[in-house]
């Protein structure tokens, strides 16, 4: 009883931490280029009360043995790096990837982080930037009296200047992807990712090629929360919580009955 106690304890703790991680998902339901978690969860250790394949008095082994396991606990929390829905906005500096691939952009401590935020804006200088003023890598400026700005699919910017008749090439957007994306680091928050260990070093392309995402110029890629599915994750992790805390009212009145028993 007391065994069952803790065991439902770990299950009403893991579910906790599936509830922070709806809770989330469900707070970025409109956060551009945001993606979804899931927590796993593994099965902790068990008692051996009797192993399989004991030898019995007749000289038979048992097919069967007895482990009592001790509960549950989360494995890790992953991120889901499917696709979101485009969502057309008609700003020129607003870009999404379609398929694999970061944008890249640099720190001011001199690093890099990678983000599917392609909502873009140009400062006083004309530098490319993102709305948090992260400037874009590699960097494009573009002129101040730069008209009708174009991005292709494969990244490359040009500009209409006054007074000239052929569109002026200024730069050219790049895109990064990592071998392992789930490995990705998401401690900064504001739609930044991490390199780390398990992500693996990033390897830069260009836009459509050797199966880089393609740009779309005027469209931004919306979290790939369903909320609907959060709602049902949701229910199902709140009825697992109330299980365990019924096995410990249950083990509780079990406990209660022995100890009232009298001789």
């Not at 930044?192 to 393609?214: F, H, I, V």
Request: charged share 15%; no cysteine.
């Amino acid at each position: 009883m007391i065994r069952a106690m803790f065991s439902a304890a770990t299950g009403m703790i893991a579910q906790q931490t599936n509830i922070d991680t709806i809770a989330n998902n469900l707070a970025n339901v409109s956060t551009t280029g945001f993606k979804k978690s899931r927590v796993n969860f593994q099965d902790l250790l068990y008692e051996t009360i009797k192993p399989a394949g004991t030898t019995t008095t007749a000289g038979t082994t048992t097919p069967e043995g007895i482990q009592i396991g001790h509960g549950v606990r989360p494995s890790s929390v992953a991120k889901l790096f499917t696709s979101g829905t485009m969502i057309q906005t008609g700003n020129p500096l607003d870009i999404a990837v379609e398929g694999d691939g970061y944008f890249q952009i640099d720190l001011p401590d001199g690093t890099s982080a990678y983000t599917r935020d392609g909502s873009f804006r140009r400062n006083a200088d004309g530098i490319v930037m993102s709305i948090d003023g992260y400037a874009l890598n590699p960097g494009i400026t573009l002129p101040q009296d730069a008209q009708a700005i174009s991005i292709g699919s494969d990244g490359i910017v040009s500009v209409q200047i006054p007074g000239q008749t052929a569109p002026q090439q200024v730069g050219q957007v790049q895109v990064v992807r990592f071998a392992n994306d789930a490995g990705l680091d998401a401690r900064l928050g504001v739609n930044l990712l991490l390199e780390s260990e398990a992500s693996g070093a990033p390897e830069q392309g260009t836009p459509g090629d050797n199966g880089y995402g393609r740009l779309s110029q005027g469209f931004l890629e919306n979290s790939n929360v369903q909320v609907v599915e959060e709602i049902i994750n949701m229910i199902v992790a709140q009825r697992a919580y109330e299980a365990n805390s019924k096995v410990i009212q249950t083990s509780d009145e079990m406990l209660q009955v022995a100890n009232n028993v009298r001789r």
